[in-house]
């Protein structure tokens, strides 16, 4: 990603580029095409996002720039600041005091900072609510396509996406992106997507550690169902 991103950097990319963006996942046909400045489609494999929800400090910082970055026009309505208070270890006075931009209630769900319509008379459309977006697209896309934004003069915002052609959504990363290096980018956007993986699915990492003892004690129990099987029908032959 960061060779392709580079090379297409010089090549003028607003001119230059016919976007065709997908919407599949990684496991799938990755993140879409594009066609470059001469003429020939290539694939754009999707980058691997780096999810795990042991690190509390990865989500606790994703968090922190969810709500920095993303809850100014984008709402999680299933999500509550006492559950990331919970879940990510986070005292509730801090959360009440830097994560609660939109609302004074801990209780209370993520809601979108600016009002949804007046966000769609800017952008077409009311940008979407993103609680589920990692189970929508899968957490690989959604780490490429906030790696994806370029400089495109001929867009509104002056940014296009190469996993989302034509995408509303501004660079909302791109102060972020200036003042870091690309390899500290990547990590901050990683965070980022670390903690809209946790938003989808707060219990993922649990079910997959009980699944994993499921499984193993099934395959213990298999021994002795066999053992039991093959006494039983000893004598019936």
Known sequence: MNTLIKSLAGLGLGAALTLTAGTAMASGSGCGTFTNADGVDEHLACSTAPIDFTNKGSLQNGAKIFMNYCAGCHSAKYVRHSRIAKDLEIPPELVEKYLMVTTDQIGDHITAEIDPEIQASWFGAAPPDLSLETRLRGDDWVYTYLLSFYEDPNRPWGANNLVLKNAAMP??????????????????????VNFMAWMGEPARHDRQVIGFFVILFLLVLLIPVYLLNKEFWKDVK
């Not at 660079?171 to 980022?192: K, Y």
């Open 171 to 192: 660079h909302v990363l791109h102060n972020m992106q200036e003042e870091l290096s690309q390899e500290e980018f990547e990590s901050e956007v990683g965070d980022l």
